[in-house]
């Protein structure tokens, strides 16, 4: 065993004063062996975590602010020698990441400029080169920040209103950004080279291929594109419902009846790009989604493996050191109070639970089972009407606006109704308040989530039923829909449209004159009624049914996101008027820390929701032969076989062996097998971590009952750990910390 | 200038003004930029006792009660605590370095472990280099202003020492305090 020591200033130096001696530090080397004396103060456990294996020490150790240097070897014995070390350690780590006051830091600093005047130049050049990389790089990161958008807008909310509400300002942002770039996406790989074709630049033509095997009585395709002398308010019917006008230009899949475009001699595969490109905003939005969600997973996963982190993370961390507004500080307070007493709260009710006699438990049972008939009974009807007045209104969309716009009204109405009743009903379901919250929201999802769904249904029942003989020659109606892709975008259209004329109004006339009324009003009834609460969790499902609609809608629609950007980018700065103006926050403020995650995972639901009505029309539905780009084939899904068929024969075998049962079989076994191994670990460390719990335990009371117990520290296991200022009563200053150590063993290992 | 500080304590605006490498990179002859706003904030709490030169260093401490004042720790009900914790008295009062101190450590750019730190010595009410029950009461008294019965207050308690307290000595050590604060999701959030 080699015994390796230096010193190291300890961080907690200055808990005891100024003037206090840093003391000698065991460091851990590099094989990790050897337990060195030390002296009673001890320095913060931190460094010595880099080298432990596990994830988190890897990362840190990668990454990180504080630049790491192998441990150095070499005794330390005497005060010389531990000067010299600990100069060599001080100069690790940057003079302010050191947590002693000022003076101390610039001593530190001069130590570490001294030191580097006997360094090679070499050494030398490279020290001051990633010094100023750093500062670089930090500058640049602060200047960066500058470029996001809203950042003063999104600090103010939080400053005044908390970080919950926060939250849902920063998740429209992250939805503005997202649209904006599937728009950039559709746009430069659809939209552009048809343009660019159409007007002929960069020597474009256009290749019309002729459908083969097809009856001509498919291609009827006639949009009336308003021509000839019409009044000015169909022009504003049409650009509220998609027709006339509109349904001709780019906004629509039926403009995009091309089949090839040449510039100069290169040849552009429209069809194959409009689907790659589907393909491309739903696996970007997709990953991007995971991405953000992944930190809030961690946490929260962390936080659910020790659900007793609860009250430490109250009242620890529970303080909001950015508020500096006094109305905000009293909502904080008031917040963490009531926080503090709905756990207490819980702890009582499940204890009541626990101890409830058959009887009662039969009871409640059942009438939870009665409750979620009703719930069920509800959305059946739901259900139900969105599919009648869907049928009604494609079969008289001619008659006038309202007709058109009775899907999204019904929809809306739903949408509004449903949380009402389900708030109402899940007070007789007698769950715990958080668990009543949890499932009240998880219903409103499935309500709005599921409305689109059964919209989609229906409209697909009129465009695929064939009941008579009606879609015989093409696979679907083509008497009523000639062209089924652009009035389904049309749905999506007016869906979107409806939404936002919905959020506008109800700012406008709902919340002001509420808040005018409450103001100057004294009536009882009126300020029973009382001001507008902020609720997040509403506000978030409205803008992620607006987001499902938009990702279903584009593949129909492909200008549809630049549509979902501008109407995101207005809605923020009318909530925060609204919010700024009328709102008073809410009573029941959630935690950002699991909100955001939250809200995440709701929007990846209705992004894999999307999924599946996309996947239904893009692969099973026959594309219509009157126009689009896919006229050409029986569904839109069969350009890529087409495309592969073109490729060499090679990459083909390749292909078709990735997609056969021959790959797809052992790849999943491998998968699951993986999943497995990771999920043992998991359990194992899990293990490990108790034990060493108890352990821990066990050490500090061995350790207490007995005083005068010879030394044993170099018989101990060869680890090494450091030990606190804090404990120097409690431990002989020469005995190794082994709490300690286990107590950060198993912080990496969970 | 207040108003263009007012958001002083706001997240990213502080992160590069606090440059402390620049600190220790000038020979104190001439303040860097990003330190003249915080000795204009220093200053402006007491222009006839802070100089504006700090070239010969002066021993220059202002008060606790002027620094609790500050917009940006007012309204925090930790405000003495904090200031205690960094000035190197112990009783409150700052001196300049002990000012940009506290600004560093509290602001976003500032490790993990070393907020965890000065957090420990915050919420360490009787400066015993533990967190015991007293202090958890006191912490809890100014979190809710004393809006919770002495009861719940009791019962928080346990339970936070319940879940925190890894050795079972009934309080909380810098050890315990570290690994709960390490898990603590809301930590880097909030405390800056």
């Known amino acids: 065993l080699s015994e390796t020591g230096s010193a190291l200033a300890s961080p907690l130096a200055a808990l005891r004063g100024p003037g206090a001696r840093p003391r000698q530090q065991p460091r851990l080397s590099l094989a ?7 002296e009673p103060h001890g320095a913060a456990p931190v460094h010595f975590l880099q080298e432990l294996p596990s994830c988190q020490s890897a990362r840190r150790r990668r990454g990180g602010t504080q630049e790491r240097r192998p441990a150095l070897l070499g005794t330390a014995r005497s005060r010389g020698d531990a000067a010299r070390a600990e100069t060599g350690e001080l100069a690790d780590r940057p003079a302010r990441e050191h947590p002693k006051s000022m003076a101390e830091k610039r001593r530190i600093r001069d130590f570490q400029q001294a030191d580097t005047e006997h360094l090679s130049r070499w050494k030398k050049w490279r020290r001051t080169s990633s010094k100023s990389l750093k500062k670089a790089l930090s500058e640049v990161k602060g200047l960066s920040s500058y470029l996001v958008l809203w950042r003063h807008d999104i600090h103010s909310i939080e400053g005044k209103f908390g970080t919950g509400i926060q939250s849902y ?17 559709m746009f430069s790989f659809v939209t552009l080279p048809t343009i660019i074709s159409q007007y002929g630049i960069f020597n474009s033509t256009i290749a019309y291929i002729s459908p083969k095997n097809i009856d001509d009585i498919c291609t009827i395709y006639k949009p009336s594109g308003n021509k000839g002398l019409v009044y000015f308010y169909t022009y504003l019917k ?7 006008f509109l349904e001709v230009t780019s906004l629509f899949y039926g403009y995009y009846s091309i089949d090839a475009v040449w510039i100069s001699v290169m040849s552009y595969n429209l069809p194959l790009a409009y689907l790659l490109a589907t393909f491309a905003y739903l696996t970007l939005s997709s990953l991007w989604i995971i991405k953000r969600s992944v930190e809030g997973f961690k946490q929260n996963l962390v936080h659910d493996a020790d659900p007793f982190q609860s009250y430490c993370n109250k009242v620890f961390a529970g303080w909001d050191f950015c508020i500096t507004d006094p109305s905000a500080a009293r909502l904080k307070h008031r917040s963490l109070q009531y926080e503090l007493q709905t756990d207490l709260q819980e702890e009582k009710l499940k204890q009541k639970i626990a101890e409830r006699k058959m009887g009662e438990k039969l009871r409640i049972y059942t009438l939870r089972i009665f409750i979620n008939i009703i719930v069920i009974a509800i959305l059946s009807g739901c259900f139900y009407s969105i599919y009648r007045v869907t049928v009604f209104s494609q079969e008289n969309s001619s008659v006038n606006l309202l007709v058109q716009y009775l899907p999204s009204m019904v929809i809306t109405l739903a949408n509004f109704i449903g949380p009402l009743i389900f708030a109402f009903l899940i007070r007789f379901e007698d769950y715990t308040p958080a668990f009543e919250i949890k499932l009240t929201l998880l219903r409103c999802v499935f309500v709005r989530l599921a409305n689109i769904g059964v919209l ?21 109606n083509y008497k009523l829909y000639p062209c089924w892709e652009s009035d389904v975008g049309q749905e999506m259209y007016k869906l979107m449209i409806f939404d936002f004329i919905v959020i506008l109004a109800v700012a406008l006339f709902a919340d002001f004159p509420r808040k005018l009324l409450v103001t100057h009003c004294s009536w009882k009834l009126v300020q029973w009624f009382g001001h507008k609460e902020f609720e997040i969790s509403d506000n978030v499902l409205e803008i992620i049914y607006g987001q499902t609609i938009c990702w279903i809608g584009t593949f129909f629609s492909p200008l549809l996101p630049a549509i979902a ?35 995440l995972v709701v929007l990846l639901i209705g992004l894999l929701l999307a999924f599946i009505p996309l996947g239904f029309s893009i692969a099973r539905i026959p594309s219509s032969k009157a126009c689009g780009p896919f006229r050409n084939y029986n569904t839109s899904w069969e350009v890529i076989p087409d495309t592969i068929l073109q490729f060499p024969t090679g990459l083909q075998q390749i292909l078709f062996g990735i997609a056969s049962e021959a790959f797809a079989v052992p790849f999943f076994v491998i998968l699951c097998i993986i999943m497995f191994y990771v999920i043992a670990l998991a359990r194992a460390h899990k293990r490990v971590v108790e034990q060493l719990r108890e352990q821990l335990v066990l050490v500090r009371s061995e350790r207490e009952s007995c005083v005068s117990c010879p030394l044993h520290h170099l018989a101990q296991p060869p680890l090494l750990f450091p030990s606190l200022p804090s404990q120097t009563h409690t431990w002989l200053p020469t005995l190794p910390s082994r709490p300690l150590f286990l107590l950060h063993l198993f912080w990496s290992c969970s | 200038m207040p108003s263009e500080q007012a958001g002083f304590f706001v997240k990213r605006k502080i992160s590069h003004k606090i440059q402390l490498y620049n600190v220790y990179s000038s020979t104190y002859s001439l303040l860097r930029d990003q330190n003249t706003l915080l000795h204009g904030r220093y200053h402006e709490m007491a222009p006839n006792v802070v100089p504006m030169d700090y070239t010969k260093d002066p021993d220059v401490k202002l008060p606790m009660q002027l620094i609790i004042n500050m917009p940006e720790l007012k309204e925090n009900p930790f405000k003495e605590r904090i200031v205690e914790s960094f000035s190197e008295d112990g009783e409150g009062s700052l001196s300049f370095n002990d000012f940009v101190d506290m600004f560093s450590v509290l602001s976003e750019m500032a490790p993990r472990e070393l907020k965890a730190i000065y957090a420990f010595k915050i919420y360490d009410f009787n400066t ?65």
């Open chain 1, 456 to 476: 989609l249904f229906s409209l697909w029942s009129q465009i695929a039923g064939c009941g008579s003989d009606k879609c015989k020659p093409c696979g679907y």
């Open chain 1, 169 to 185: 300002f920063s998740f429209l942002r992250f939805l503005v950004l997202l649209n904006f770039i599937i728009f950039i996406l």
């Open chain 1, 238 to 244: 049409d650009l509220l419902s998609g027709t006339g």
């Open chain 1, 565 to 599: 950007t501008i109407k995101y980018f207005i809605i923020f700065y009318v909530k925060k008027i609204v919010l700024i103006h009328t709102r008073k926050p809410a009573a029941r403020p959630i935690r950002a820390s699991s909100s955001n995650f939250f809200f």
């Open chain 1, 32 to 38: 990790g062996l050897s337990v060195l004396a030390e």
């Open chain 2, 128 to 192: 015993d280099n533990f967190i015991c029950k007293a202090d958890l009461e006191k912490t809890l008294n100014k979190l809710t202003r004393e809006e919770l019965t002495a009861e719940e207050i009791t019962l928080v308690c346990e339970k936070v020492i319940e879940e925190a307290d890894m050795d079972g000595d009934g309080k909380l050590g810098f050890a315990d305090f570290e690994n709960m604060i390490s898990k603590a999701p809301d930590f880097l959030r909030y405390y800056f």
